[in-house]
């Protein structure tokens, strides 16, 4: 059976078999071709299509629809293009023609299998064709390799192709089959050669408006005229290019497309075999429709991929697949989903009820004010799925059989009404009935133990074979007397955590951020004795600091920044707290080595405090109201401007102010020392006792007052008030 | 110029001029003509007019133009000159003595005036 369809044919009306057409319409096509470059070209072909049709309504008798024989039969006569002399083509294809066998007539390519020289479906002799190498031994071997290299894929890879791809049944399907080979350079010229027709009917408007703008006689648009050739023949180029380019790509799109559908082969396989011992585990059947699931899931999955592969093909390489083809493969998917469905609402049911199992853990052999809590299993286990890992060493979630869940655990600690430790397990889990739930719980193995006075806690737990997976989850209650402290090791610490109330008043520091920390529950609640605050070398944060205090002996610098950002340099650590708008900086009484420095950003600076430290810069503020006290030997530099700027100092400290401003006020006493001489301000007041020293200058005005141990100079065209 | 030649002789069809062909044994596909007769016609030397055709649309007879039938009558007469020469040294190799041999061609006259 065959489709017929009407055409019109140089002026004659045919009624035309399908095969018949295709012949015909290739012929014309390679007389097209053939005659690209002539003159005359739409006459010529008109002028064949004008006889052919003759040829083949006189051929045609009594019959009213046209068959291939007659068309063959009329393409005899009229011959074949290269039967056609005359008018020399191009050179460049009739060096290429050394071989070209009988077939003649070069049609639009279509990949087809050949039927007539084959081993198993004519998939390779047909590719032969396809990419125009002529012996097809040559595939073929390339074939059998390719299945020893990637260990079988080729096979279904070769079954795929022999659904897909059509064999040769007619004398046009094997013409189109044997068609111009298909490499990059041909069809790269295919597409050239448009857009060189393209280019021509550009250039010749250009031309044209090149005739009017000079008949108009305008210079400027004549010189617009050949700016737009100028333009035309870059794009021409440039599109040229693309043209090379782009088949290129789709080359290359076309093998990526194979090498995709070899890797998600091997990937399901591979899936297939890492995840068998998974899927017991959490699918809902007991038993043997564990496989249904995962081809369920496959099939799902998979189906849409092939659908893809299969309209790029058709897009690529003009395959047809074959109508029962994409219908059962509908139909699969169709029946995929359902099940999926089917599946999803049976394993729902399996996490219908809840239930949760109690436990008291045994801590009577505690010996200590402080219990410390170790994680044991695999650091890696300890807080995520750690992506890489996760499917190549089974073994870390499959331990004999049994399924490791890591991270289901969570500690809470909270205060105690007596004065004992006691610390209660809760294990819940999901399952289709109570009873169900209760037993999935009971089937989690979770074994926390006290060791001497350490408490040692699986960072997962796991499931025996046979068990089910049913959202198990792992609840730690700590309860604490007052008094007592506990510590979360570096596995543990992030499960681990306390309500909000149950920390004292002020206390920034959490349990679960701070590994290896001591807690102590005190009357007030839960305090970190002896916690560095978080972050505790680099911070920043959007919260704005504007006060700073510094004590000890460090070096500082203070810059102008857009967040508030610290970062401390050197081995020695230096304690960082942050209340309100103020941060301490503090080494706690201790001795830091010399290159223990601290680096603030912060976009405000209202005041500092430098209490007996190292050598401090202030940098590039410009602020409006701000005051600078320092104690001890603190030596400040201050570079910035200020327009109401307060000082303080006390005690042999130095401050040197280069800048401006409105107003400086300025206290000392006790030694401390004062360079302001480059700080220009209006007014100025010093106030200095106690061997203090002070040199400033005024602009305006300026008041001081100092004791006869004390030294106050006044620079500047500023007059006394007072 | 055989080609021009069979339509020197009167209005012709295509395939007509085939035939004629054939029956010089001088081979060509029907295919061949058309380029042939279009770049004829571009050149100015036929030309064509339609005539009602069987049972079809109509066809185009061609037909030779004075400047065609000009370039004809060099044409054969070079041809002429080639083969007599031709002929003449075939004929001094042979040892036997040249005739002039009959016009294979017997060319209509020119018409009067075009």
């Known amino acids: 059976m065959n489709k017929i369809l009407n055409i019109n044919l140089g002026g004659f009306a045919l009624t035309i078999d399908d095969d018949a057409f295709e012949y015909l319409s290739s012929y014309l096509e390679s007389i097209r071709r053939r005659f690209r470059e002539s003159d005359g070209r739409d006459e010529i072909i008109k002028d064949i299509e004008t006889r052919l049709g003759e040829l083949i309504t006189d051929n045609m008798g009594n019959r009213t629809i046209v068959m291939l024989p007659d068309v063959q039969a009329a393409v005899e006569i009229m011959g074949k293009p290269e039967d056609f002399g005359g008018e020399p083509v191009e050179t460049r294809r009739k060096q290429s023609n050394q071989s070209q066998s009988s077939s003649g007539i070069r049609t639009g390519k279509r990949l087809f299998r050949d039927d007539e020289d084959k081993v198993a479906a004519g998939v390779c002799s047909g590719l032969s064709a396809y990419f125009g190498i002529q012996d097809p031994v040559w595939m073929r071997l390339i074939f059998v390799l390719l299945t020893f290299l990637s260990a079988g894929f080729w096979i279904p890879a070769y079954l795929l192709l022999w659904i897909l791809v059509p064999p040769a049944k007619s004398a046009a399907d094997r013409l189109a089959m044997r068609g111009e080979p298909v490499n990059v350079d041909n069809i790269a010229r295919e597409i050239e050669e448009g857009f060189d027709r393209f280019g021509n009917t550009v250039s010749t408007m250009t031309d044209d408006f090149k005739k009017k703008s000079s008949s108009t006689g305008g210079r400027l648009t004549n010189v617009l005229g050949s700016i737009l050739t100028v333009i035309g023949q870059i794009f021409g180029f440039f599109i040229r290019f693309l043209a090379k380019f782009g088949m290129l790509i789709l080359i290359i799109i076309g093998i990526a497309m194979l090498i995709g559908l070899a890797s998600s082969w091997i990937a399901g396989l591979w899936a297939l075999m890492v995840a068998a011992p998974l899927i017991s585990f959490f699918s809902p059947f007991s038993s043997g429709f564990n496989w249904f699931t995962f081809l369920v899931v496959f099939l799902f999955l998979g189906i849409p991929l092939v659908g893809v592969i299969l309209v790029f093909s058709k897009v690529l390489f003009k395959t047809k697949p074959p109508y029962w083809v994409s219908t059962s493969l509908v139909a699969t998917w169709v029946f995929s989903v359902i099940a999926g469905f089917g599946l999803l609402s049976f394993g729902v049911k399996g996490f219908a009820s809840r239930s949760d199992v109690d436990k008291n853990i045994d801590l009577s052999g505690l010996n200590s004010d402080t219990l410390r809590v170790n994680g044991i299993g695999d650091g890696d286990l300890n807080y995520q799925f750690d992506g890489d890992d996760w499917w190549h060493d089974e073994t870390k979630y499959m331990r004999n059989g049994k399924l490791a869940v890591p991270g289901e655990i969570d500690i809470l600690v909270r205060r105690s009404n007596d004065n004992r430790f006691r610390i209660v397990q809760t294990i819940s889990a999901r399952g289709s009935s109570d009873e169900n739930a209760a037993q999935n719980a009971v089937n989690v193995d979770f074994d926390a133990t006290l060791q001497g006075n350490t408490l040692n806690i699986p960072v997962y737990y796991s499931l025996d074979k046979g068990a089910k997976w049913r959202n198990q989850k792992i609840k730690l209650v700590v309860e604490m007397p007052v008094g007592k402290s506990i510590v979360f090791d570096e596995h543990i610490y992030s499960r681990a955590k306390a309500d909000y109330d149950d920390y004292a008043n002020n206390n920034s520091d959490y349990i679960s951020q701070s590994p290896g920390k001591v807690f102590t529950m005190t009357k007030e609640g839960l305090v970190c004795t002896a916690c560095p605050q978080w972050g505790d070398r680099n911070f920043s944060e959007d919260h704005t600091y504007e006060d700073f205090i510094l004590d000890g002996d460090f070096k500082t610098e203070i810059r102008q920044g857009d967040q508030f950002e610290y970062k401390i340099e050197g081995n020695d650590s230096i304690q960082v707290i942050r209340t309100g708008d103020q941060v301490t900086f503090t080494t706690g009484g201790r001795n830091v080595s010399p290159n223990t420095r601290v680096i603030i950003h912060t976009p405000v600076f209202t005041k500092l405090m430098a209490d007996n430290t190292g050598e401090v810069t202030i940098r590039g503020f410009d602020e409006g109201r701000s005051s600078i006290s320092a104690r001890g030997k603190s030596k400040i530099k201050g570079f910035f401007d200020c327009n109401q700027l307060e000082v303080m100092l006390s005690g042999p400290c130095k401050l040197e102010l280069v800048g401006s401003g409105n107003n400086l006020e300025a206290t000392l006493s006790n030694g401390a020392e004062l360079d302001a001489l480059n700080w220009r301000v209006d007014h100025v007041e010093v106030f200095a006792t106690e061997n203090a020293t002070a040199r400033v200058y005024s602009k305006n005005s300026y008041k001081k007052r100092s004791d006869s141990s004390s030294s106050v100079k006044i620079d500047g065209p500023g007059e006394v008030v007072e | ?114």
């Open chain 2, 1 to 114: 110029m055989c080609v021009l030649a069979v339509i020197g002789e009167g209005e012709t069809y295509p395939p007509q001029i085939i035939k004629k062909l054939e029956g010089t044994q001088l081979v060509v596909k029907e295919g061949t003509l058309y380029p042939l007769l279009i770049r004829l016609k571009n050149d100015g030397l036929v030309g064509y007019i339609w005539r009602e055709g069987k049972n079809g649309p109509p066809r185009k007879y061609f037909t030779i133009t004075g400047e065609g039938r000009a370039v004809l009558q060099g044409l054969t007469d070079s041809w002429q000159d080639l083969v007599s020469a031709v002929a003449r040294t075939l004929a001094q190799e042979n040892g036997t003595p040249y005739e002039k041999p009959p016009q294979a061609l017997n060319m209509e006259p020119l018409p009067p005036s075009e």
